[in-house]
Nanobody, 124 residues
Framework: QVQLVESGGGLAQAGGSLRLSCAASGRTFSSYAMGWFRQAPGKGREFVAAISWSGGSTYYADSVKGRFTISRDNAKNTVYLQMNSLKPEDTAVYYC?????????????????WGQGTQVTVSS
């Protein structure tokens, strides 16, 4: 069992930055691939970024590539999402997720555990 708690959301201006953190419980954190998804009002859950268990491989949605960076610190049981050059269309609830294996990194059904989400609002 893994519990995920996101933090770091809030209000930012267009062009600004925010850093999301996701603290995971459990001693097996390093065995999970991790991901970030987001959901805007009236829309489905959208893949944002993913990182392998070792941190050696990262994946991004085209909409955030070059602006967002996912990273992890297995010693701290934490995964991060650094968001730069924010745009109003990045406004959404952001969810941290954990995947034990199998499936594809960009599909929400591949993930076993989800955090409660943190709101990110970008003003123009």
């Amino acid at each position: 069992q893994v519990q995920l708690v996101e933090s770091g959301g809030g209000l930012a201006q267009a062009g600004g930055s925010l850093r999301l953190s996701c603290a995971a419980s459990g001693r097996t954190f390093s065995s999970y691939a991790m991901g970030w998804f987001r959901q805007a009002p009236g829309k489905g859950r959208e893949f944002v970024a993913a990182i392998s268990w070792s941190g050696g491989s990262t994946y991004y949605a085209d909409s955030v590539k070059g602006r967002f960076t996912i990273s992890r610190d297995n010693a701290k049981n934490t995964v991060y999402l650094q968001m730069n050059s924010l745009k109003p269309e990045d406004t959404a609830v952001y969810y941290c997720t954990a995947r034990s294996g199998g499936g594809v990194y960009y599909h929400p059904d591949s993930y076993d555990y989800w955090g409660q989400g943190t709101q990110v609002t970008v003003s123009s």
